[in-house]
């Protein structure tokens, strides 16, 4: 996965903007495309040393360490919401100076995400969740095996397909009914697309949105379906969707969970039935639920984009260039005002702060 692509990079060189390229032996895209466009490849590690007036653009938060950060950064921190050792990652910009711009709050005057991998995570869960409820039926004492990233949108789907003919003949030739809460939303949209595109018939899909989810949960339609993909990010507490009392309950049919926002470490997580992410070695992780429902497994994958590597890259930087075109006037212009300001707000919640 990469926040910046060739093609944004050229745009960005083109823009009057100096552009280096961290060396990298396991990008989706290769040291040479980057080299192609005008870029300047560069040691992979060496921002540590650069100049305190480099910006430094990445993706996921920083590997774990504790020296003080001088830049500033460009990313996806995963710490705003108190998550695990948020306070540890956050004062390293106080200790250091730096400022953080994380790319998940990188708003437009609406209060919209100017980019996200909403689409291609939606996406990519709903052929997770698909893969393995197909797994299931057809090799009901085995664990669906390791996942790898996908050349193509085509190919995936292909997957699916494939995957789905062999588990119908044990369904009865039925297709699996499947629920998707926040179906109007980007990352909902991505997992609808992905459904229709493996062939699922429109009549099972629920499409849930605010007006299905305002009573209030838990709610024993997702415990009626076969499929469950949670598609709703949540910044405030509501009632969950879902629980182990409410699955308990009898005549459940749902197989697999998938939770796509994968948000197990946020305390308003709206699907409270497992702690752990799984991953592309473990995609699905069992849950001990009690009744007589059949075994039921959660999917919960922090990064699913990267089942889809390029593509997600490419749609997402498109995305992003017109706001990293305004780095010059970082100090003015509205995404990156704002983004500052929540920074220092995150940074007056770190312990001792006053």
């Keep these: 996965m990469a926040t910046v692509t060739p093609t944004t990079t050229k745009a960005l060189l083109d823009a009057g903007y100096v552009v280096n390229v961290e060396r990298s032996p396991r990008r989706i895209f290769d040291d040479e495309e980057f080299e192609a466009v005008g870029a300047t490849l560069v040691p992979e590690g060496s921002w540590?040393?650069?100049?305190?007036?480099?910006?430094?653009?990445?993706?996921?938060?920083?590997?774990?360490?504790?020296?003080?950060?001088?830049?500033?950064?460009?990313?996806?921190?995963?710490?705003?919401?108190?998550?695990?050792?948020?306070?540890?990652?956050?004062?390293?910009?106080?200790?250091?100076?730096?400022?953080?711009?994380?790319i998940e709050f990188l708003t437009d005057a609406s209060g919209r995400r100017v980019a996200a991998f909403g689409y291609h995570a939606g996406y990519a869960g709903a052929a997770v969740a698909l893969l393995a409820w197909s797994h299931q039926l057809a090799h009901p004492t085995t664990a669906l095996s390791s996942l790898s990233s996908y050349p193509s949108d085509h190919d995936l789907v292909a997957s699916v397909k494939t995957s789905l003919t062999s588990a119908w003949r044990r369904n009865d030739n039925q297709h699996p009914h499947v629920l998707i809460m926040g179906a109007l939303g980007r990352c909902g949209s991505g997992a609808v697309?992905?459904?229709?595109?493996?062939?699922?018939?429109?009549?099972?899909?629920?499409?849930?949105?605010?007006?299905?989810?305002?009573?209030?949960?838990?709610?024993?339609?997702?415990?009626?379906?076969?499929?469950?993909?949670?598609?709703?990010?949540?910044?405030?507490?509501?009632?969950?969707?879902?629980?182990?009392?409410?699955?308990?309950?009898?005549?459940?049919?749902?197989?697999?969970?998938?939770?796509?926002?994968?948000?197990?470490?946020?305390?308003?997580?709206?699907?409270?039935?497992y702690r752990d992410c799984s991953t592309f070695t473990r995609p699905t992780l069992p849950v001990n639920v009690e009744g007589d429902g059949p075994p039921l497994t959660v999917v919960s994958i922090d990064h699913l984009p990267s089942l889809l590597p390029r593509e997600a890259s490419m749609a997402f930087s498109?995305?992003?260039?017109?706001?990293?075109?305004?780095?010059?006037?970082?100090?003015?212009?509205?995404?990156?005002?704002?983004?500052?300001?929540?920074?220092?707000?995150?940074?007056?919640e770190l312990p001792g702060q006053k």
């Design 48 to 102: 540590v040393h650069v100049p305190k007036d480099h910006i430094i653009i990445g993706l996921k938060e920083l590997p774990e360490d504790d020296f003080p950060l001088h830049h500033a950064h460009i990313q996806f921190g995963h710490c705003y919401k108190r998550q695990e050792n948020w306070d540890r990652y956050l004062s390293r910009f106080e200790r250091g100076g730096g400022t953080l711009y994380d």
């Design 193 to 273: 697309d992905l459904c229709l595109a493996a062939g699922i018939p429109a009549s099972n899909l629920l499409k849930w949105d605010m007006a299905e989810t305002a009573a209030g949960g838990p709610f024993p339609e997702i415990a009626a379906a076969d499929v469950f993909i949670n598609c709703i990010y949540l910044t405030e507490p509501i009632p969950p969707f879902v629980t182990l009392e409410s699955l308990a309950k009898p005549g459940r049919r749902l197989r697999v969970a998938c939770d796509v926002t994968c948000d197990s470490n946020n305390p308003h997580n709206p699907m409270p039935i």
């Design 318 to 348: 498109e995305k992003l260039l017109p706001t990293l075109k305004t780095l010059d006037r970082r100090d003015e212009e509205g995404v990156w005002v704002r983004a500052e300001r929540l920074f220092r707000e995150k940074l007056g």
